[in-house]
């Protein structure tokens, strides 16, 4: 069966670059989006197509999919940034979610 | 603006059946660009797909759910609804609604979700 995989946390400072990685087999040939999730609240869309944000969602987030690991990538983190990060693509006809990523902001 | 809101009861008794309902607003759920879906979150962890299901006729289910998961939709009243049969602890989770886009598969607005427990 597919599966996703992401590192269980990142850390990074107010301002600086985070990375977040979600790595599945032959990934980059499927299309990958990424939901924010904040506690207490319902995930939230912030990119689709590997790289295309939905509309109200910051420039600073951009993200690409390549070989077998599509990148999350959050320029300039800001403190309201610091939240669970999950990946999902699609293989057939089943629907994929990574285990999450917490993104802390020190 | 769409709106998804997930109704049911809160606790379930184990064995018996999960039945949940999603209704649309701010639009159909008749949609040609969309399936409609369920997906779970279990305390403290991460999200689960459960489902899928397109308006005209279709659904998926996660091979592992398959068995014991069945969705259907209502146009007339615009819902969808989700039934989990002989359910115990481990089905325990937050379950949110969503609209899924049918060109890239992602879930672009997604319901307050409903804490379902399962215990005796």
């Known amino acids: 069966s597919f599966e996703l995989t992401q590192p269980p946390s990142v850390s990074v400072s107010p301002g600086q670059t985070a990375r977040i990685t979600c790595s599945g087999d032959?990934?980059?040939?499927?299309?990958a989006s990424w939901y924010q999730q904040k506690p207490g609240q319902s995930p939230m869309l912030v990119l689709y197509?590997?790289?295309q944000r939905p509309s109200g969602i910051p420039e600073r987030f951009s993200g690409s999919n390549t070989g077998n690991t599509a990148t999350l990538t959050i320029s300039g983190t800001q403190p309201m940034d610091e939240a669970d990060y999950f990946c999902?693509?699609?293989?057939?006809?089943?629907?994929?979610f990574g285990p999450g990523t917490k993104v802390t902001v020190l | 603006q769409l709106q998804l809101q997930e109704s049911g009861p809160g606790l379930v008794k184990p064995s018996e059946t999960l039945s949940l309902t999603c209704d649309v607003s701010?639009?159909?759920?008749?949609?040609?660009?969309?399936?409609w879906g369920w997906i779970r979150q279990p305390p403290g962890k991460g999200l689960e797909w459960i489902g899928s299901?397109?308006?005209?006729?279709?659904?998926y289910y996660d091979p592992s759910l398959k068995s014991r998961v069945t969705m259907s939709v209502d146009t007339s009243k615009n819902r969808f609804s989700l039934n989990v049969t002989s359910v115990t602890a481990t089905d325990t989770a937050v379950y949110y609604c969503?609209?899924?886009?049918?060109?890239?598969?992602?879930?672009?607005?997604w319901g307050q979700g409903i804490l379902v427990t399962v215990s005796s």
């Open positions: 999902q693509a699609w293989d057939r006809t089943t629907r994929v």
């Open positions: 299901l397109f308006h005209g006729g279709g659904t």
């Open positions: 701010g639009g159909s759920i008749s949609n040609n660009d969309y399936y």
């Open positions: 197509r590997d790289s």
């Open positions: 969503a609209r899924e886009g049918i060109s890239s598969r992602h879930f672009d607005f």
């Open positions: 032959n990934l980059g040939s499927k299309f």
